[in-house]
């Protein structure tokens, strides 16, 4: 870290100190990001875990949902987004009145939607689910037939994993799908030693070569529980940082240096200084909205 970024660094601490307020960055930013922040973790895991502070602010270093996912688990607290132009492009792929439509045109058949979604099409969801528990939720529910939201990937994996029927939607994540087997098999030969470890929001050709399919956390707790000590990460690159901290010791890999989303990498420091010194960069959920939205989160959370 340069003079430049420790001393900012330090003050954005002292700052958030002051305000009483907690910094959560997803896996995803930048290591300097995720240096600055409490706590670090995936979509779901960052709100859950500023719910259970004392904090009066979050500041929200992620992408758009994420800071609704906390305003909707968070309605006590004020939740804070640095850079408000920090957007999913597979988010967008679904709205809730398309949605809604197709559920119609499916007979009503239970939506099972991806917490990486607005929290408007939370609110027309019947659950949610994250890439590490689909498979609980998936077979949760008493239906044999079900529709998915957004993410197709995520859909078939689940599909080869319960024995349901899922309805897919056609949105995925641009740089999770874009991975391609020749990428994946040169990074094999790159790395013979290494174990693959994918996550399910990759094709299926390419989560057929993963010796272990993982979402971000799973990929931490699976590599300390591994006897291996490479491993070639099929995600995004920002889990580099955060997983090799975790375990120093042991050696990581990203699949392909182009599984990097620009959305994620938009927050810099300075954008979190700017947040709270002005508080600017709130993000809020209509109350109608986040009632409907908190349900289908709940519900999830609640899967035994």
Not at 238 to 251: D, F, V
Not at 291 to 298: D, Q, W, Y
């Amino acid at each position: 870290m340069t003079t430049k970024h420790f001393t900012l660094h330090q003050q954005i601490r002292d700052l958030a100190k002051a305000k009483k307020a907690i910094i959560l960055a997803h896996n995803y930013q930048s290591a300097q990001i995720q240096d600055v922040a409490d706590l670090c973790g995936d979509s779901l895991e960052m709100s859950i875990k500023a719910a259970a502070t004392d904090a009066d602010i979050i500041v929200c270093c992620g992408v758009r949902f994420m800071a609704e996912t906390a305003a909707i688990l968070c309605p006590d607290k004020i939740v804070l987004m640095p850079n408000p132009d920090a957007g999913c492009p597979m988010a967008d792929m679904v709205t809730p009145q398309a949605l809604v439509k197709r559920k119609g045109d499916l007979g009503g058949i239970p939506v099972i939607t991806y917490v990486n979604s607005s929290a408007a099409v939370k609110a027309v969801s019947d659950i949610c689910c994250t890439s590490a528990n689909v498979v609980k939720v998936v077979n949760a529910l008493k239906n044999d037939e079900v529709l998915m939201a957004p993410d197709r990937n995520l859909a078939r994996y689940a599909a080869a994993n319960t024995g349901k029927k899922i309805h897919l939607w056609e949105g995925y994540c641009p740089f999770h799908n874009d991975l391609s087997v020749e990428a994946v098999n040169a990074s094999k030969s790159a790395h013979p030693k290494a174990l693959f470890v994918a996550h399910p929001e990759c094709p299926p050709n390419v989560l057929e070569l993963a010796d272990s399919i993982q979402s971000t956390s799973g990929m931490i707790r699976f590599a300390g529980a591994s006897s291996a000590d490479q491993f070639i990460l099929g995600t995004e690159t920002g889990l580099i940082h955060a997983i090799s901290k975790a375990h120093p010791e042991k050696t990581f890999f990203p699949v392909s240096d182009q599984l990097v989303c620009t959305d994620m990498k938009k927050t810099r420091l300075r954008d979190i200084m700017n947040c709270l010194e002005n508080m600017s960069g709130q993000v809020t959920v209509e109350e109608t909205i986040r009632v409907k939205a908190m349900n289908a989160v709940k519900k999830m959370i609640d899967t035994k």
